[in-house]
C-alpha cells in the first residue's frame, strides 16, 4: 500500500516521458551515488561544530543557560519552512543544469556567508559599540544570531535536495534507496568525526594566528579556525560531486486545455496530509517521537559534560569556567566517538536489519537503546556529584566517571545511524510507491523533525530550570519519548514493501 493515495496518473508524469529511459529507468552506478553521499560529510562538519561547540559559546556571550535553547529555536523554523519549499521547488526546476543542483550549490555559498558572521560576531560587535568588560555583549549576539539563521537556512537548503538527489539517482528501487541513505548517514558520521576532533582540540587557532583578536579569545579563535575547515570541506566536496553526477534536467509537459490548474505550494503539502496514508502517517509520528528523544542531547550534550559532569559553569570564577570549557571540549572528544561508532553502523544497516527481520524492526530495538542511554546520564550526573562531594567541589570527574560519559556517547551512535538513514529511505520508498515527489515528500517528513525541535527549543531550557536547572529534566522526558518511539516503530508501523523493479519517481504531490 502506498503512503499517499491518488486518483489518476500525476500530470507531470508526462515530464518523465521526454527524458531519456536510462536516466529515469536504471539506477546510477554506485560510484555517483557516493560521490553525492559525500557532501553529507561537508554539511556534517558544520553541524558537529554547531552541537558541540555554539551553546557554550552563546552562554559566553552573555546568554543565560535557560535561554540558551531559545537561539536554536532558528533551525526548526527555517527548516519547517524553507525544506518544504525547497523540495517543492526542486521537483519543478527547469534549469539546465538540473533540479537539485542549483539548490546544493546556493546553499554552499549562504554557508559561507553565516561562517563568516558567526566565527567574527564578536569582532563586529566590538566594532559597534560592545565593550569588552560587558557581560551581555548584544551587538555579538545580534550578529551571531543573523550568522546562525543564515546558517540553518543554508543546510536545509542543502540537505534536502542532496536526499533528493540520491532519491533520484536510486530511481525508485528499494534496495538501492536504502544503500544511497546509508552511505548518506556514513558520510555524516564523516563529517562529525572531523567536526567534533576540530572541536576537542583547543590550539587549532595556531592554524590561523589572525582569529585570535582584542575580541576575540582563545575559545572563540579556535571555533572560528573550526569553521574555517569547515567551509573548505563543503565546498571541496560539493564543487567535486555537482561536477561529476549530472543532474536530470526536468523539462516542463506542453499546457492542454484539458489540463487541470496548477495548485500553490502550500496547497499541495496541505494537499498531500490530506491524502496521506497510513504508512506515511505513522512514519511521521515515529520520526517526530524520536526526536523529542534526540534532541535535548543533541543541543545540551556537551553543556551537560561541562556542568553536570565536570562541575563547571560559565558564569562562575576562573576555575569553574576553565573545568566547563574542559568539560566542553571532552564533550566534543565524545561526539567524536560516538561518530566513529555511527559510521560502522551506518555501512551495516542494510545487512543487521536483514538479520533482525526488517528496517522497521532494526528502528524499534534501537530507540530502547536510545532510552536507556539518556537514561543512563542520570547515573553519571549522580556519580560525578558524589565524588565531588570527597574530591572538592572544583575537583572534576574522576577519570573512571569520564571514560563512562565517554562511552555512553559512543553507545548512543549506534541508534543515532538509524535515525539519520532508515526514516528517509522509508520516506523516499513509501512515496516511489504512491507516486509522490522525493523532494517535497522528504521535507513532510521533515516537518516530524523540525516541530519536536521548536517544541524542545522553546521548551528545554525552562523545563529544565521548574526542576531546579541542569539538563536531566529534559534527558529524561527524552527517555520516555525514545522508549514509546520503540513501541510504536514495532507496532504500528507498516514494514516497507519488498524489493521491486525501479519504479519512475513522479515530481509532487497530486
Known amino acids: ?31 555517483k551515488i557516493i560521490s553525492v553521499a559525500s557532501i553529507a560529510a561537508g554539511v556534517q562538519f558544520g553541524w558537529a561544530l554547531q552541537l558541540s561547540l555554539l551553546t557554550p559559546y552563546v552562554q559566553l556571550l552573555g546568554i543565560p543557560h535557560k535561554w540558551s535553547s531559545l537561539i536554536w529555536l532558528c533551525g526548526p523554523v527555517s527548516g519547517m519552512i524553507v525544506q518544504p519549499i525547497v523540495g517543492y521547488y526542486s521537483d519543478r526546476c527547469t534549469s539546465r543544469f538540473g533540479r537539485r543542483r542549483p539548490f546544493i550549490a546556493s546553499g554552499a555559498a549562504l554557508v559561507a556567508v553565516a561562517v563568516f558572521l558567526i566565527g567574527y560576531a564578536a569582532d563586529i560587535g566590538f566594532k559597534m559599540g560592545d565593550k569588552l568588560d560587558d557581560k551581555i555583549k548584544y551587538r555579538a549576539i545580534g550578529i551571531f544570531a ?23 539517482l536510486a530511481a525508485g528501487d528499494a534496495k538501492r534507496t536504502r544503500v544511497a541513505n546509508a552511505f548518506f548517514s556514513f558520510f555524516m558520521a564523516v563529517g562529525n568525526v572531523l567536526g567534533y576532533a576540530a572541536g576537542s582540540y583547543t590550539n587549532l ?58 495548485v500553490p505550494f502550500f496547497g499541495e503539502i496541505f494537499g498531500a496530509f490530506k491524502v496521506m496514508k497510513r504508512p506515511m502517517w505513522m512514519l511521521l509520528l515515529v520520526t517526530a517521537l524520536n526526536w523529542i528523544a534526540w534532541f535535548p ?31 566542553v571540549h571532552s564533550g566534543a572528544l565524545g561526539l567524536m566517538f560516538n561518530s566513529i561508532v555511527l559510521g560502522f553502523m551506518s555501512l551495516g544497516v542494510e ?48 577519570p573512571g566517571i569520564r571514560a563512562g560519559a565517554l562511552s555512553l556517547f559512543a553507545v548512543l551512535g549506534i541508534p543515532l545511524a538509524i535515525t539519520f538513514s532508515i526514516p528517509f529511505a522509508l520516506a523516499s520508498i513509501f512515496s516511489s510507491a ?14 516530524a523533525i523540525v516541530i519536536p525541535q521548536m517544541i524542545v527549543s522553546l521548551g528545554g531550557g525552562p523545563f529544565d530550570a521548574l526542576f531546579g ?3 536531566l529534566p529534559a534527558f529524561i522526558l527524552g527517555a520516555i519519548a525514545a522508549a514509546i518511539s520503540g513501541v510504536l516503530a514495532l507496532t504500528v508501523l507498516p514494514s516497507p514493501p519488498p524489493d521491486a523493479a525501479p519504479m519512475k519517481p513522479a515530481m509532487g504531490f497530486h
Open 205 to 262: 587557532h595556531k592554524i590561523f594566528p589572525f582569529t585570535m583578536t582584542n575580541a576575540c579569545d582563545l575559545y572563540c579563535a579556535n571555533l572560528k579556525t573550526c569553521f574555517f575547515l569547515s567551509i573548505t570541506l563543503l565546498l571541496l566536496v560539493t564543487v567535486t560531486s555537482l561536477w561529476y553526477v549530472k543532474d536530470k534536467q526536468w523539462t516542463r509537459p506542453p499546457v492542454s486545455d484539458d489540463d487541470t490548474p496548477s
Open 1 to 31: 500500500m502506498g503512503a499517499f493515495e491518488t486518483d489518476k496518473p500525476p500530470k507531470d508524469a508526462a515530464a518523465l516521458e521526454t527524458q531519456s529511459p536510462e536516466d529515469f529507468d536504471q539506477p546510477s552506478p554506485l560510484r
Open 351 to 398: 545487512w543487521i536489519s536483514k538479520k533482525l527481520g526488517g528496517a522497521k524492526r532494526l528502528w524499534g530495538i534501537v530507540n530502547f537503546i536510545l532510552a536507556a542511554g539518556l537514561a543512563m546520564t542520570v547515573l553519571v550526573t549522580k556519580l560525578a556529584a558524589d565524588y565531588r562531594k570527597v574530591a572538592g567541589e572544583l575537583a572534576g570527574p574522576s
Open 469 to 471: 536547572g541542569g539538563n
Open 434 to 447: 504512491s507516486g509522490a515527489g522525493q523532494g517535497l515528500s522528504l521535507g513532510v517528513l521533515n516537518l
Open 146 to 168: 543573523l550568522g546562525f539563521w543564515i546558517l540553518d537556512v543554508a543546510n536545509n537548503t542543502l540537505q534536502g535536495p542532496c536526499r533528493a538527489f540520491l532519491a533520484d
Open 297 to 327: 542531547f543533541l543541543l545540551f550534550d556537551t553543556d551537560w559534560m561541562g556542568r553536570e559532569v565536570y562541575g563547571g559553569s560559565s558564569e562562575g570564577n576562573d576555575r569553574s569556567k576553565q573545568l566547563y570549557n574542559q568539560g
